[in-house]
């Protein structure tokens, strides 16, 4: 996965890149459609701005934008906003469909009402 770091109007420290990147890799790990992140960190006065943008296979593009009065929160935030947009995607592409089970347990009700 392709994670870039991007500073505006501030320099960043290695510190903040190796913790966006750490956070970045550790929280969309568990979507393989993931393909790369950028993350956007900007100052403005006492505003910490953190905007993650995700991008993914098969169009998938989600975006999380937090502000606070510290950076390291704002990408907390941001990456936490990414995630729950993750999870609703990837919960609308899985099929909802009645399984085996579910079709067993049906026909089973079936059978009992038309015995009595």
Do not use: W
């Not at 929280?27 to 393909?35: D, I, Q, S, W």
């Not at 992140?37 to 993650?52: G, S, T, W």
């Not at 089970?101 to 009700?109: D, F, G, N, P, R």
């Amino acid at each position: 996965m392709d994670i870039q770091v991007t500073g505006r109007h501030m320099d960043i420290t290695e510190a903040i890149t190796n913790y966006a990147r750490g956070k970045a890799e550790g929280e969309l790990a568990p979507f393989p459609r993931v393909e790369s992140a950028h993350v956007i960190l900007n100052v403005e006065k006492y505003r910490h701005i953190a905007e993650v943008v995700v991008q993914g296979s098969s169009h998938l593009r989600v975006e999380g934008k937090v502000e606070s009065d510290d950076m390291y929160a704002s990408i907390d935030g941001s990456m936490e906003k990414v995630v729950k947009q993750l999870r609703k995607a990837k919960d609308k592409v899985q099929s909802h469909k009645a399984d085996g089970i579910a079709k067993t347990e049906c026909e089973l009700q079936d059978n009992e009402e038309t015995n009595m």
